[in-house]
């Protein structure tokens, strides 16, 4: 018999041309009437419908961004999501697995800055390198509809969904602090900004500095984006994290009104009863108008370098209830409108400009954070609310004064029809007050803020605005777009954003009255750019439409969405937001764009996150070109729960790679002992002894793997067919050739989603025929029935010793055969039986002492 070795380097190309040659993933929109109808062809039990078309199943992970190559990160989320396409494949769906590039960004654009390379062609390398390590993979990717977010042919349509936001009044243009490289000249984003607050590419003290922006009302979808998660099937700690990012909490809004400037500035509570005791004001540095109350005050200048140096603090520390209280006056006061009472007013960083309207009354005497800042500045401190017991004020009250108090009460220091009223009680009573008074009234706030599009940057989708004297802002007619990049020499911002410095682009004619108008030289947030792409590729090739929602309607919403956690806030919500968006406005069908969702965890090195720093990346083209992409494919998957971090480990790399190498060595042997592949792939019947028990452990596996794929433990899947390989090897000599045929058949159909060059080769050698082709193995259920089971036995919960026994064995005769087990009697002997637990089909535990 001929010397088998398994060689990856030849198998894998082998494949991927043949898969390439073929376009064997690419699959066509076939709308049907029913689809045109409004009605989708959904998957029923995975499988084919009763009509004998396939059901449709879009698998999708979120899109990378283009940036030297692909990391490790990369490799598992594609070995997850093609593992998931393949399976749907062989349950008969028609999988739509497309693939494309969030090309747009920072990253390319300081690229530029540093090189002079335009941001273009390092993009086009990266993508390059992508393509080429994602084929290498033999990711089972529709190229047919490969994109890039920073094409014109794509862009054009980021642009026409802005322009509907801006005519459905959902994009508009205010002030907003934005943090300012005053020697550059230029906005700097968070990442720019070091732990100093400096700016990093020169070293200035960063500023905070209000400019216009332009924004979406994502507000307006606060209440739908919290409700809605309960129709989809997503983590339950996404769903919880994009709960907290709302935010919603009822309360009331009440105004307080400067009267030297007459500026009213609205404040939102959920502690309307603690009005009576608000003795100061403070707002976020962030604020609009800290500036402009400060202005010809003597805290001006302290109040402007205050301001700067909250920069340098995340919300997290600013918000930590332990860390000293710090502030500046701002030389105003505001009239508290439940007593007509003038309290100072401050900046504080303790005020985050996410929460409520970005000021707050403060109330020292039953907040702690307010009670902190009001004895570090010698404020008043007003209680008006006093604990029904002794015992309630001291475990609610730390403070030697029995303050702050956050417990419940009775109200004091109060108008009499509240006076002695449980504050429970007199928070309907006193909304209702604050609205008959016109002081306020009952609202309900969220954390959730408009979303900020604006970026003064060059690499990125125009924003297509014109400015005209005569006109005011015009929108770019759609038949002008897309607003196609200049080419630029500069992409430093000085002052403005670099595309001001194209004057040749900007100065054009206003569309409506033909006079001169300037194009928004900002461009938008690559988040835009993300957050409808899902769309984009069901109609890639639409030159006439973003999208034909008829196709649409055959392909979403997306059935199986994969990505890293990282993305479960913002990149999720936003595309959450513009597909309801863009159904109010008749341009879709469907309210949510992921029906499921996965998250998949973090591979570590040595214990941590893999940095350059810290030496410890692995490069997936390097495991690659060692040991094969099947391999690669398999441990990342193989190492742990994918939902879960995992820590990668040279060792079992190798291990895995000894797994596929001894699967194809036996496989390739079977072939040749066999002699010409047959097709149909069967172990006959009548079966006994060896033949029958490589039999039974086969349907095992078909039903393990089966079950595991639906749950992505894939970990566990691929665990089993080792134990079946495991099994085929020891009865290679034993079990009849068409019995083990069958078996190494089986177990690659099973680890075809995981490892599909290695398990194309052994189907095709076994058997003539491409396993891709094949439908999913279904375990006989008679199969799975076993005459005899291995009974654990446990002597005071640990485990001693196994032994086979049958399946309707009573209790009693478990007990006996858990007693007469060698090792369990070594451990029972001269010991008094206490107790004998019996699970029936598992194990019997025997207590002595």
């Keep these: ?311 340098t603090e995340t919300n997290e520390e600013r918000g930590n209830a332990e860390k000293p209280k710090t502030g500046v006056p701002l030389g105003r006061t505001v009239t508290n409108p439940v007593n007509g009472e003038q309290i100072q007013m401050y900046v504080a960083d303790y005020v985050l400009m996410e929460y409520g309207t970005g000021a707050i009354m403060a109330v020292p005497a039953h907040d702690e954070r307010d009670y902190a800042f009001a004895r570090a500045f010698d404020l008043p401190i007003r209680r008006v609310i006093v604990p029904p017991s002794a015992e309630d004020a001291v475990e609610a009250a730390p403070g030697e004064d029995g303050l702050p108090y956050t417990g419940d009460g009775s109200l004091i220091n109060a108008p009499a029809e509240f006076d002695g009223m449980h504050n429970r009680q007199a928070l309907g009573a006193i909304v209702e007050w604050l609205d008959r008074e016109g002081k306020g009234h009952a609202s309900i706030n969220y954390r959730l803020r408009d979303w900020l599009v604006s970026r003064q940057r060059y690499w990125g989708a125009p924003i297509p605005i014109l400015y005209c004297e005569q006109c005011g802002m015009v929108p770019v007619p759609d038949e002008q777009l897309p607003v196609e990049l200049p080419d630029i020499e500069d992409y430093t911002p000085k002052g403005r954003s670099p595309l001001a410095a194209a004057e040749d682009w900007v100065n054009t004619k206003c569309p409506e009255c033909g006079g001169s108008a300037r194009r928004e030289t900002d461009t938008m947030d690559t988040f835009v750019d993300s957050s409808w792409y899902f769309l984009r590729y069901c109609d890639a090739r639409n030159d006439d439409a973003a999208w034909d929602p008829a196709v649409l309607r055959e392909w979403m919403p997306v059935d199986q969405y994969i990505g890293g956690v990282e993305h479960a806030i913002l990149h999720l919500m936003y595309a959450r937001f513009f597909t309801k968006a863009l159904a109010d406005l008749g341009h879709l069908d469907f309210q949510e764009p992921f029906q499921a969702l996965f998250t998949q965890g973090m591979v570590t090195k040595d214990g941590s996150k893999m940095s350059k720093s810290k030496g410890n990346v692995v490069s997936p083209a390097s495991i690659v070109e060692r040991v094969g992409a099947d391999t690669a494919r398999c441990y990342i998957l193989f190492v742990g729960p994918p939902d879960q971090d995992a820590d990668w480990a040279d060792e079992g790399v190798d291990g895995v790679h000894r797994f596929l190498s001894r699967l194809w060595r036996l496989s390739a042997e079977t072939a040749e002992r066999v002699g010409a592949p047959r097709a149909e792939l069967s172990a006959g019947d009548g079966l006994d002894g060896d033949d029958l028990a490589l039999l039974r452990k086969t349907h095992w596996a078909i039903d393990k793997v089966s079950g595991d794929l639906r749950r992505f433990a894939f970990n566990t899947a691929i665990a089993a067919v080792m134990e079946l390989l495991n099994d085929c090897s020891r009865l290679r000599d034993s079990a009849q050739l068409d019995t083990l045929r069958f078996a190494l058949g089986t177990a690659a159909s099973l680890l075809f989603p995981f490892a599909p060059h290695v398990c194309s080769d052994i189907y095709a050698m076994l058997t003539g025929e491409r396993v891709w082709e094949q439908p999913w193995p279904q375990a006989e259920e008679t199969l799975l029935e076993s005459e005899v089971y291995e009974l654990v036995c446990q002597v005071n919960g640990k485990v001693r010793d196994r032994v086979q026994a049958s399946a309707d064995a009573s209790p009693q005769e478990l007990k006996d055969l858990c007693r007469t087990a060698p090792n369990v009697r070594v451990h029972i002997d001269g010991k008094e039986l206490v107790k004998e637990i019996v699970v029936p089909g598992k194990l019997v535990n025997l207590v002595v002492r």
């Design 1 to 311: 018999m001929a010397e088998h070795r398994y060689d990856p380097h030849e198998i894998e190309p082998r494949w991927q041309a043949v898969w390439a040659d073929e376009h064997t993933w690419e699959v066509a929109n076939e709308v049907s009437a029913e689809v045109r109808d409004g009605r989708r062809a959904m998957p029923s039990g995975g499988g084919a419908q009763s009509g004998g078309r396939a059901s449709n199943s879009y698998v999708l992970e979120m899109l990378p961004y283009p940036s030297g190559e692909p990391h490790i990160g990369h490799l598992k989320c594609y070995s997850v999501g093609d593992a998931i396409a393949h399976f749907h494949r062989r349950l008969g769906a028609r999988v739509l697995h497309p693939m494309g590039y969030d090309a747009f960004g920072l990253p390319a654009e300081n690229h530029a800055i540093k090189t002079g390379v335009h941001p273009r062609d390092s993009t086009a390398e990266s993508i390059a390198s992508f393509q080429r390590q994602f084929r290498s993979w033999g990711i089972s990717i529709d190229w047919s509809r490969e994109l890039a977010t920073c094409e014109p042919s794509y862009y054009r349509w980021t642009q026409w969904i802005f322009l509907e936001l801006y005519r459905a009044g959902l994009a508009y243009r205010k002030e907003a602090a934005v943090k300012w490289c005053p020697k550059d000249q230029t906005v700097l984003a968070n990442e720019q900004v070091d732990a100093d607050g400096r700016c990093e590419r020169c070293g200035a003290i960063v500023e905070v500095k209000q400019l216009e922006q332009w924004f979406l009302r994502i507000t307006d979808y606060a209440e739908r984006l919290l409700s809605d998660l309960e129709e989809i099937e997503w983590p339950e700690h996404v769903k919880t994290m994009q709960r907290n990012w709302i935010g919603r909490s009822e309360g009331a809004e009440v105004t307080f009104r400067c009267e030297e400037l007459s500026v009213d500035y609205p404040v939102f509570t959920t502690r309307p009863d603690t009005l009576f005791g608000a003795t100061f004001f403070v707002m976020a540095p962030e604020h609009p108008d800290v500036m402009r109350l400060a202005s010809g005050t003597p805290y001006e200048q302290a109040v402007h370098d205050y301001v700067n140096h909250a920069l």
